[in-house]
């Protein structure tokens, strides 16, 4: 067993603008009454039972019936009776029972709620695809419902001969044109940035929360910039400009637009975008991190040199251990983590589990993903389900039969450049330990033998 | 252009227990007011500045500024000012501007809400993934939010030797069991029922609207009656029962089950099942009817011949031409649909226009989907947009430049099996014109002069 950097989950020495131990106590406690706990639930429902009784639910639920053959279970309500209506609500939510499934803001980690982030219950999830509801949110000041009616995208270039037709455009005419829908993942480039300082924040939402992934559609950015007359000789670069009072501005590498890949999308997983997502428009640049993918987008102009905007120079760059920003490290290297079991949960007895995670890469699609439950031993493929899509999530599987010790679970991910996620030690090699952006080092849970999961990072 | 049988998306003769006149004008003046009449609901706000100023969305949005420069606009107010917080709501939801998209029942077709069925708004929809909040309901006694920690799931044998070790799990348990993640369509069998009876339903939501995608995760029943020592040879059927009052019980074939295609299925769309679609379990039975995919799942039962269910015999059967009763026709056919533009819609100005519609075969994937605006005179071939999947949507789109003048829109999909979907001459040719169930013809949308889109059947 490699050497551990001490029972990190636990965290006793919780930076006072992160998680205080009484956070991390909720956490826990969130944790354990999750999903995964239907059984110990079920016993806390027994001893509780005069108050339980009260419940239109658990009455209905199967009960001996009185004075009868035990034996002889009464049907539950659900089995006689008539149930809800449709449309109980035109649009609807998820159960009763799973409202512990939500988005969690990290209490302190941020000085405001509207310069803020909330992470995506990863934990709680299943395949690629993150219910709307649950995406992580991520504002600079905070988020706005506007009004797709008087929303208006306008395309200009830093000067007269860059863009020869400078437009503005509706929604409405955004949405008549040539559409495409791909599915991508988007990570904040700060997603696990309390791990470079050490900081294990115990649960893998507050770990690797800043990630979703959806359905984008939209209009390829190339088309509305080819309407507009771009000359791409000189203009190489555009900057989105968001509409919210951040002024979000951020540079894009015409490459990537050539590509076709870079969206003027106002679809997510179906539907129109969300608020807090964007609503009506953001930019999607697959691969690249989260702040790139402007939103409440009303600007694009297109330029020859990149931009140095606000977001480029003082946040989103690289601290390297001589003392240097690295700028303009945009794309997201290829990353992993096991979701299940992962910290804050408990394994309460030995046997069969499925080991559960996502792997993603930005620069294009996973080619294998392999899982060690001895902290990097011996290591085993995981099944990828499929379509493993380019710049998107991928969800892995893998069997294990846990006896009771304690184990370290690990993933690593290869994309298909052949890349492999790297180890701390590797990524602290090259990048020192000051960073807050770009952390992509293999994560480790440790298995306890009480079947308590931590965060813990091996040295 | 060929005959038209009449100007359908009128329906002065709509059949009492369908749609009413005054449903149908509702129809009407929400797909007016929808989100592809921006610039239509643009005017109204401004001839209602008055009661409009009253809102703070409204206010803030950009107006010249009073007695300055009028090119100068006041920004609006959230360009100015300091958003909402992040997880104002644990779970989000839409755009206070998107309460026009929900699922829908369609009033009088059905004699209780209880048993009865809502649609999903697909006109209002983008790529594949159904939202889980606008998934398509069809429930048989209502629908339940049943407590995970008390439901089981028992599996058992029509006698002792087809399943040696019947079993009883907890949810808990099935969790536990390798998982596996599909995109996989489902669709009602009677979806586009009406119009076997020539009643052209006013919208895209009613014709089709019993159609929904989503990302399913669960085990293959496969691997749990592995476990139960089911003898496979005898054992050719298993029964799927619900626990919800109906009492649904479906027959399905153990071909499909030994395919391991067929889920004991908890989590959609990456979250649990919602309550209207059977959480905490269902059956997944990709490429069949949504029946088949008994919601509430409770037991499981192995045997050697068809169950001949109530559902079997008395509903979803298809009354052919010669009088009797075709059964066990589960598999739904390759079909497809326009989308956009589609009955309700309004084109408001001649131009270009992104036709856009979805495709599939629960035979496989859609190998072409080819366009028509011309009643089927002239196909063009349609993009396809990826990933192509099994058993799941696929979701085409085609450029158009609308003339002004009349024009018949239409789809037609083939699937990898080179099964082409058919004209209704085509289908009616075999099944004649009595049946409820599996429709799978051509739709035709009428464009009409006045950009107004409605449904027409051609002879």
């Known amino acids: 067993m490699p050497e551990i950097n001490g029972p990190r989950g636990r965290i006793v020495k919780a930076p006072e603008n992160f998680l205080t131990p009484d956070g991390i106590k909720t956490v826990f406690r969130e944790g354990k009454s999750g999903r995964r706990d239907f059984i110990r639930q079920a016993f806390v429902a027994a001893t509780a039972a005069g108050a339980a009784a009260g419940s239109a639910l658990a009455a209905g639920n199967p009960v001996p019936s009185e004075g009868g053959d035990p034996n002889i279970l009464n049907l539950p309500t659900h089995s006689t009776g008539l149930g809800q209506p449709v449309v109980t609500d035109g649009y609807g939510k998820p159960s009763q029972y799973e409202t512990n499934v939500q988005r969690r803001q990290s209490p302190g980690l941020t000085q405001t709620t509207q310069a803020s982030v909330s992470f995506a219950p990863l934990q709680s999830l299943f395949g690629i695809v993150t219910p709307s509801g649950l995406h992580f949110e991520r504002h600079h000041q905070g988020w706005w419902d506007i009004d797709p009616s008087k929303h ?34 988007i990570e904040c480039g700060a997603n696990t940035g ?9 649960t893998c939402q507050y770990s690797h929360g800043m990630l979703s992934c959806s359905e984008f559609t939209g209009v390829p950015l190339k088309a509305v910039l080819d309407m507009c007359g771009v000359d791409y000789r000189r203009g190489r670069f555009v900057l989105g400009e968001g509409a919210d009072g951040s002024s979000m501005t951020r540079t894009i590498p015409m490459e990537l637009v050539e590509s076709g890949e870079v969206l003027l999308a106002y679809g997510q997983n179906g539907e129109m975008l969300r608020p807090e997502n964007g609503y009506p428009l953001r930019l999607v640049v697959p691969g690249v991190q989260g702040v790139s993918w402007v939103k409440y987008l009303r600007r694009i102009e297109v330029g020859d040199k990149p931009y140095a905007a606000k977001d480029e120079v003082m946040h989103y760059v690289d601290l390297m251990p001589n003392g240097l920003h690295r700028q303009y490290t945009s794309t997201q290297e290829c990353k992993s983590v096991v979701t299940t079991p992962s910290g804050g949960q408990v394994l309460l007895d030995k046997g069969f589990y499925n080991i559960s995670g996502l ?37 892995f599987n893998l069997d294990w039969v846990w006896d009771g010790k304690a184990a370290l679970i690990q993933s690593r991910a290869t994309d298909d450049t052949a890349y492999v996620q790297p180890t701390y030690r590797q990524l602290r090699q090259v990048r020192g330990s000051r960073s807050i952006y770009h952390n992509n080092a293999i994560q480790t849970w440790l298995v306890q033998e009480s079947g308590e999961v931590k965060n813990v990072q091996l040295s």
Chains 1, 2 share one sequence.
């Open 359 to 395: 792997a993603w890469s930005g620069r294009g699609k996973i080619r294998r993903v392999d899982v060690s439950v001895d902290g990097g031993r011996n290591w085993r493929s995981a099944r990828l389900e499929t379509p493993v899509l380019d710049k998107c999530l991928t969800r």
């Open 152 to 185: 208006r995208l306008m395309i200009n270039g830093s000067d007269a001969q860059i863009v020869k037709k400078p437009m503005v455009f509706t929604m409405d005419e955004i949405m008549r044109l040539p559409a495409v829908s791909r599915f991508h993942f």
């Open 194 to 202: 309390m791990e470079w300082g050490n900081v294990a924040v115990p």
